[in-house]
């Protein structure tokens, strides 16, 4: 059986950090994931999928939190911003579908909001945020 894929793995960059790589390819097979389940999974299934997915954004963007304040990067508070905002639209739309279980909406969210953001935020912040940092840690003894 032939998945539809949101994501394809070998489409993101690679940034300058591995464990941006690594969360990043898990996120796009997490993503891929839910959008299979929207077809077949009943919907607490789907709910643990969403569940997940949230909990891995809110651990990985800690973990670039804290590289870039542990690295000193100028433009922390635009990036830490944009994290939140993100974490904000994904609680609500997690609380919408647990109450409506309106399929369409979850998938628009994950076919277009989700993956276009997922997309434009690694080439603009997180390669800027991964080749700062990289440049710190190379240059610190
Ligand atoms: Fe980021």
């Known amino acids: 059986m032939t998945q539809t894929l949101l994501v394809n793995a070998r489409d993101i960059p690679v940034l ?21 389940a929207l077809e077949t999974a009943e919907s607490t299934e789907i709910d643990t999928q969403l569940d997940q997915l949230y909990i891995h954004n809110a651990e990985h963007f800690a973990r670039e939190e804290q590289h870039m304040q542990t690295y000193g990067f100028p433009p922390y508070p635009v990036h830490k911003s944009e994290h939140d905002r993100v974490l904000a639209e994904m609680k609500a739309l997690i609380s919408y579908w647990k109450s409506d279980r309106d399929k369409v909406a979850l998938g628009n969210y994950l076919q277009h909001t989700f993956v276009d953001w997922f997309n434009s935020h690694l080439m603009s912040m997180d ?15």
């Open 127 to 141: 390669r800027v945020t991964a080749v700062f940092v990289a440049s710190q840690m190379a240059a610190t003894p």
């Open 16 to 36: 300058a950090l591995d464990f941006m790589n690594h969360d990043h390819a898990e996120a796009v097979e997490m993503v891929n994931a839910l959008y299979a």
